[in-house]
């Protein structure tokens, strides 16, 4: 699921728990309302960010010739990757968890040198930035 689906489906999720809160403006209490409750419970499972584990495999002679990879690639990345300069969180093979910038430059490559296949496991976004609450 891309971000922007992301985005999209909490959007609707949000609306749909609206729709639950006008219901209960004329009706009994929806507080105890199991759909009330897995809505909620979506929407914050939904935010939380995620790691992104770190999938890829080696280029075949047969992938190389019909997707045109040059001969210097010898691995494919098989999952969702960063954006140009995209600031995110890498967990390394070692344990280590990581603050790093990564850059589409045709290989992503990371700000720290660290490398996706040598490297690093899994990946997330950065989570969005606190925006303080109503009672603060």
């Keep these: 699921m891309t971000d922007n689906e992301r985005k999209e489906y909490i959007s609707a999720l949000r609306q749909l728990l609206a729709m639950c809160e006008f219901v209960d403006q004329y009706g009994d209490s929806m507080d105890s309302d199991?759909?009330?409750?897995?809505?909620?419970t979506a929407i914050e499972s939904l935010n939380e960010t995620r790691w992104i584990p770190v999938k890829w495999h080696e280029i075949t002679?047969?992938?190389?010739?019909?997707?045109?990879?040059?001969?210097?690639?010898?691995?494919?990345?098989?999952?969702?990757?960063?954006?140009?300069?995209?600031?995110?969180?890498?967990?390394?093979?070692?344990?280590y968890i990581r603050w790093d910038v990564c850059y589409e430059d045709g290989e992503f490559s990371l700000d720290s040198g660290w490398d996706w296949i040598d490297d690093i496991v899994a990946w997330m976004p950065l989570p969005e930035p606190y925006k303080g609450g109503e009672e603060e």
């Design 61 to 95: 002679e047969e992938e190389r010739e019909r997707e045109g990879y040059p001969k210097d690639w010898v691995v494919y990345i098989d999952c969702e990757m960063p954006c140009d300069k995209q600031e995110i969180l890498v967990q390394t093979k070692s344990g």
């Design 34 to 40: 199991p759909y009330f409750d897995a809505v909620e």
